[in-house]
């Protein structure tokens, strides 16, 4: 499941420090949960939240109760061939994998 927020990846903690939008991992954490008990295929499915950037490329990754959920940016500012790649090599990616950024 893929979702796209057209907002900044980080936001600012009380302190000052970056941190991820943890909303938008509760609402993902959220569908795909939900949808469990649909198919069998759902017990372990991925969920993608992705968002636009310029000059900036973000990967973060987590597993909550057997389901990968990741945060990255594509950069808006490339050619269409490159975001077409990188669209591509997130759909691939996974966590803990040795390539992933």
């Known amino acids: 499941m893929i ?3 057209f907002t900044a990846i980080l936001t600012h903690g009380r302190f000052g420090d970056a941190g991820l939008k943890s909303g938008y991992l509760y609402q993902m954490y959220s569908y795909l949960r939900s ?41 808006l500012s490339s050619q269409a061939v490159e975001i077409r790649n990188e669209l591509r090599a997130l759909l691939v990616e996974s966590p803990g994998d040795e390539a992933s950024p």
């Open 35 to 75: 949808q469990e008990e649909c198919d069998e295929s759902w017990q372990a499915a991925a969920g993608l939240i992705l968002h636009p950037a310029i000059d900036t490329t973000f990967r973060e990754y987590v597993v909550i109760q057997n389901h990968p959920i990741g945060f990255a940016t594509i950069d």
């Open 3 to 5: 979702d796209t927020k």
